[in-house]
């Protein structure tokens, strides 16, 4: 078993950190002793933040308010950070976003920067920070993934699944190569999580009716997730039901998962009209 994470005085870089399990992420880190670079799109929310952290935890936190879909942003993020003076300690790939309706729906540009936020910048993130932390033998990378990766993609949301199920695959990787070397790599898997993510895809009316039992906090999401980094996990998935989800998805044929994945389709359509 390992150590548990050691969190005083350490930077943690947060994406997608001014709502949702970004935002908690960075309660629970800050909570801990950490110093927090917040990486989001919302300047003011980011500010709001900054306050926040700074008053209830005596923390110092650094706002980065840059757009994770303009390549030269993880650029921006380094200089930044170069400015400061700070080397990253634990790096969480939180932003993401889902693009809803079918794939010839949306502009190409569109497709572009969900691409650029869900592969192009967790990829140049970790480049970017993983030399410093072999230096030091020590760093911790978390991706935040979803059940979605481990199910057959659905119409509607073409490319979620793919990139989360890229994203899975990416981290197992990452994990495999660095582990001798200090490197605690965990890719997160929650499920349905109260956030704003259901209110950006225009689904809020059809999750909302789900029982109970299938939601989890961002909060608990965040806390079980450094449980887990502690222990050495190297997948993650947050939730009782989830990991249940999961498992009959293994062993469920693959021709009544597409049946699944028809049915779910459509009601997602019939929401969002």
């Keep these: 078993m390992q150590k548990p994470i050691q969190l005083s005085n350490k930077v943690a870089l947060v994406t997608g950190a001014s709502a949702g399990i970004g935002r908690a992420y960075c309660e629970f880190l800050a909570a801990r002793g950490a110093i927090i ?17 700074a008053t209830r935890y005596q923390t110092r936190v650094i706002p980065i308010p840059c757009d994770l879909s303009d390549p ?87 490319a979620y699944a793919a990139v989360k199920a ?34 950006v895809t225009g689904t809020r009316k059809l999750v909302a009716a789900l029982p109970a039992v299938m939601w989890m906090t961002a909060e608990s999401v965040v806390e079980q997730s450094i449980d887990a980094v502690s222990r050495g996990h190297i997948v993650f998935i947050p939730g009782f039901v989830n990991r249940m989800i999961v498992r009959a998805a293994r ?23």
């Design 72 to 158: 030269n942003a993880c650029f921006l993020i380094r200089q930044a950070l170069d400015a400061a003076g700070l080397e990253i300690d634990v790096l969480v790939n939180n932003a993401g976003y889902g693009v809803p309706g079918k794939f010839l729906m949306s502009e190409w540009q569109r497709h572009r920067d969900f691409e650029q936020v869900m592969i192009g910048s967790v990829t140049q993130l970790c480049y970017e920070f993983l030399p410093a932390m072999i230096a030091r033998r020590q760093g911790v990378i978390i991706n935040v993934a979803s059940i979605a990766g481990f199910l057959p993609g659905t119409s509607g949301h073409t």
């Design 37 to 53: 670079v917040a990486v989001a799109r919302r300047e003011e929310r980011l500010l709001e933040l900054q306050v926040s952290l």
């Design 166 to 199: 890229w994203l899975i695959n990416f981290s197992e990787s990452l994990a495999f190569e660095y582990e001798n070397v200090g490197i605690r790599v965990c890719v997160v898997c929650p499920g349905f999580t109260y956030s704003e993510f259901h209110d």
């Design 251 to 273: 062993w469920m044929p693959r021709s009544l998962l597409y049946w699944l994945a028809r049915r779910e389709s459509q009601r997602f359509r019939n929401s969002a009209e």
